[in-house]
């Protein structure tokens, strides 16, 4: 599999050489679909909480008396049946949501998005990405040079410099291939690597 090399410029200069276990394998949308679902379940914490029937702050008179009056039996207004009233079976604060996904699954599931994106041609390779001081404007001139503004960075090396000029930019992630995760390589337009990354990616799920 051979993948486009931009220049600073964003335009395809010439080919590099890619594994085809990671950039040429089918797409499968029941995995990927999988795998994206259970990175955003793993990503949820469990801080909503609702109150049943014995937190509710209410009376334990009787609203009226048993019988006579032509309406249902009500003991007191706390009921779940009631407007106000507890839950029956409340979100508590320590519910799990996690999701487990095998390895062999998650490999092939990241193998298949980087697949469809080379395909799509929603990928490409660069030599480097590197500024040299700090500064958000320098980074923006350089991706708009470029023409993107929606990228996925995956970079074999982060540091404070570039970490610190994208941090602040709207459609933009910089991350190590460690950190590359399946819900940004799907949102994103455009998924840049570096050349080195590409042989990270390599070890880490080929």
């Not at 706390?78 to 490999?107: A, C």
């Not at 709207?170 to 991350?175: E, K």
Request: glycine fraction near 6%.
């Amino acid at each position: 599999m051979q993948l486009e090399l931009l220049n600073e410029q964003g335009q395809a200069t010439s080919k590099v050489d890619a594994p085809d276990t990671l950039f040429a394998r089918d797409y499968n949308e029941a995995l990927v679909h999988q795998i994206v679902v259970a990175f955003q379940a793993n990503a949820r914490q469990g801080t909503r909480a609702q109150l049943d029937r014995t937190m509710v702050k209410h009376s334990t008179k009787k609203p009226w008396r048993q019988k006579g009056t032509g309406r249902a039996r009500a003991g007191m207004t706390s009921s779940p049946l009631w407007r106000g009233g507890g839950r029956i079976f409340p979100n508590s604060p320590d519910e799990n949501f996690t999701q487990k996904v095998n390895k062999k699954m998650y490999r092939a599931g990241m193998a298949a998005i980087f697949s469809q994106l080379a395909r799509e041609g929603r990928l490409a390779v660069v030599d480097s990405l590197t500024v040299d001081s700090p500064k958000t404007k320098q980074l923006a001139a350089k991706f708009k040079a470029m023409g993107l503004d929606s990228v996925l960075v995956i970079t074999d090396q982060l540091d404070d410099n570039l970490l610190l000029a994208s941090r602040n930019l709207a459609g933009v992630l910089v991350v190590e291939p460690r950190h590359a995760d399946p819900l940004a390589l799907v949102h994103y337009k455009k998924v840049l690597v570096t050349k080195a990354a590409v042989e990270q990616l390599k070890e880490m799920l080929a």
